[in-house]
């Protein structure tokens, strides 16, 4: 049976790769970097160090990897203070699951962001846990922060549902060992391979209702 539930955030609670991009792409122009074709698609799961990392060193911005973090992270804090893009239904599903199950978040965002947006959208208390791949060796695809993010939910990892968009948030869950629901962006579309992995696709995540959960766990035996 199904026990947990443990979302990412963005991308499906909250709608700000569209705002990641954007912001990163603006600040890599203002550094004089150059912004690659496949740019967004490596970023989507990096832990705040890699992607740090990636517009100092990949992409030119030559600023030290700290400084980086720290300016993008405050120009999306700005950008989350001026308009919070909630996914539609998110709030609702959120407290829907956390009246059935324990709630833990895993997500690639640093822990200033994640706290923000809870709060923000007033969803602090339904979780039991959060996790930061910053707070992980290694960002997503790396299984850790769903790892870490089971264990601190008491839950085992075969037993907890994520909930993902992202190619590398999927394999990152699969690695795991979680059971994953996959709600694809489409401006982002995952992978093939890493979407073959998800045990069910939903288009919208008000699909996802406690009756389909436990309809997942009684399909699993």
């Known amino acids: 049976m199904i026990s947990a539930v443990v979302f990412d955030m963005d991308g499906v609670l909250v709608d700000t790769e569209p705002v990641w991009e954007q912001v990163r792409r603006d600040y890599v122009a203002g550094a004089g970097g150059r912004w ?6 490596r970023l989507m799961g990096m832990s ?20 980086v973090a720290d300016e993008v992270i405050d120009a999306m804090a ?3 203070r001026a308009e919070l ?38 969803l602090t208390e339904a979780f039991r846990a959060t996790v930061s791949t910053e707070e992980c060796a290694a960002g997503k695809p790396d299984p850790e922060v769903y790892q870490v993010a089971a264990r601190l939910l008491g839950v085992p990892p ?4 994520a909930v993902e968009d992202s190619s590398n948030g999927l ?23 890493a979407l073959a992995g998800a045990t069910l696709v939903v288009d919208r995540l008000d699909e996802l209702t406690v009756d389909r959960v436990l309809a997942l766990a009684v399909d699993r035996g």
Request: include cysteine.
């Open 158 to 161: 075969g037993r907890c549902l």
């Open 171 to 193: 394999r990152s869950a699969v690695a795991a060992g979680l059971v994953v629901v996959a709600v694809p962006h489409p401006a982002y579309p995952p992978a093939a391979d």
């Open 78 to 80: 700005a950008r989350y």
């Open 85 to 122: 893009p909630l996914i539609p239904g998110a709030i609702e599903v959120v407290r829907d699951l956390a009246g059935r199950f324990p709630l833990a978040l895993a997500s690639s965002s640093p822990r200033r962001l994640i706290e923000q947006v809870l709060a923000t959208a007033g």
């Open 48 to 67: 705040t160090p890699e992607w740090a990392g990636y517009l100092d060193a990949d992409l030119g911005v030559g600023r030290g990897a700290d400084r």
């Open 36 to 41: 690659l074709p496949d740019a967004q698609q």
